[in-house]
């Protein structure tokens, strides 16, 4: 009985196809395989035997981005804002007058478009028409934690995006700590105040707040 014709090229096709993909898987493991060290492997090539080579002098070693903590503060705090499964409560270092004026620095910087100088959420680009964020005097925010601050900064909320790419967490939390200023400009008790700042106060009353809400 004749057979179809067909057959036999197509069946030559079919092995033709399977050698080229053995040909092929052999470059590949020849790719996989290349000649090169592990991390730390002895060598035979350089004089001290090592295969890893010590840095030049006046290489730069690659450090955290984030920047260190300082000594003695609690890592996790210092870099998440939470304590405990709870927003921290206060900076988790000390806070000196140099944390301060890096803090306004900062938030001059990165904060002022949105929330004003003096916290009020009246920044430029908000006076243009993006959304405005409540003052940092406002009730809801004197109470929050300071952690709540840092964790904004570090993760955004609202149309507010994260900051963590931008701001350090050292100065993240500077920026907490100069918040708490502003906070505290805008309704500080007119008895804790020294009584030279108090003599400068217009029309002092006996409400025991200072008068008026005016850029520090």
Not at 45 to 72: K, Q, Y
Request: aromatic letters at 10%; proline letters at 11%.
């Amino acid at each position: 009985m004749n057979r179809p014709m067909g057959r036999r090229p197509a069946r030559a096709g079919c092995w033709a196809a399977a050698l080229a993909l053995v040909g092929l898987s052999g470059c590949r493991e020849a790719m996989y395989q290349q000649p090169r060290y592990d991390p730390l492997e002895a060598s035979t090539f350089f004089d001290d035997g090592l295969s890893s080579r010590p840095m030049l002098p006046g290489v730069v070693p690659h450090e955290d981005p984030r920047g260190a903590p300082p000594s003695g503060a609690d890592e996790d705090v210092f870099y998440t804002g939470w304590k405990s499964g709870r927003l921290a409560e206060e900076v988790p270092f000390p806070v000196d007058r140099d944390l301060l004026v890096r803090g306004k620095e900062r938030f001059g910087i990165y904060c002022t478009p949105c929330h004003g100088l003096s916290g009020d959420g009246r920044g430029v680009i908000v006076r243009r028409g993006f959304p405005q964020p409540p003052p940092y005097y406002s009730p809801e925010l004197r109470k929050q934690p300071i952690g709540h601050f840092f964790d904004v900064m570090t993760r955004g909320y609202g149309v507010m995006y994260s900051y963590a790419s931008r701001i350090k967490p050292r100065d993240r939390w500077a920026i907490a700590a100069y918040i708490r200023v502003l906070q505290l400009s805008q309704h500080a008790e007119v008895t804790t105040l020294p009584e030279a700042d108090r003599a400068k106060l217009p029309g002092e009353g006996s409400t025991g707040e200072a008068a008026g809400r005016k850029q520090p």
